[in-house]
Nanobody, 115 residues
Framework: QVQLVESGGGLVQPGGSLRLSCAAS????????MGWYRQAPGKQRELVAG???????NYADSVKGRFTISRDNAKNTVFLQMNSLKPEDTAVYYC?????????WGQGTQVTVSS
């Protein structure tokens, strides 16, 4: 089993920045993917950014050039640096971790972009 603890959400003005963190514990030796999804009210959950164990990354088109995913292997933590935030980035952001046998979700952290 993998346990995930997220932090870093909040309220920010348009154009501002936030950094999300997700610390993994438990059966972390088997993780091959760490990423972030988001879900806005009335919309489906979507992949925002992901990183494989081989450091390959992918981003949603809507966040390319603004968001950066990174990982601290020593602390088993994945980060999402979000710059130039827009009101349409408002959503609950979920950490996602995949192992060979299961997919795990964080509890979600609210990000609100508003003036």
């Amino acid at each position: 089993q993998v346990q995930l603890v997220e932090s870093g959400g909040g309220l920010v003005q348009p154009g501002g920045s936030l950094r999300l963190s997700c610390a993994a514990s438990g059966s972390i030796f088997s993780i091959y993917f760490m990423g972030w999804y988001r879900q806005a009210p009335g919309k489906q959950r979507e992949l925002v950014a992901g990183m494989t164990s081989g450091d390959s990354t992918n981003y949603a088109d809507s966040v390319k050039g603004r968001f950066t995913i990174s990982r601290d292997n020593a602390k088993n933590t994945v980060f999402l640096q979000m710059n130039s935030l827009k009101p349409e980035d408002t959503a609950v952001y979920y950490c996602n971790v995949r192992t060979a046998v299961a997919m795990h979700w964080g509890q979600g952290t609210q990000v609100t972009v508003s003036s």
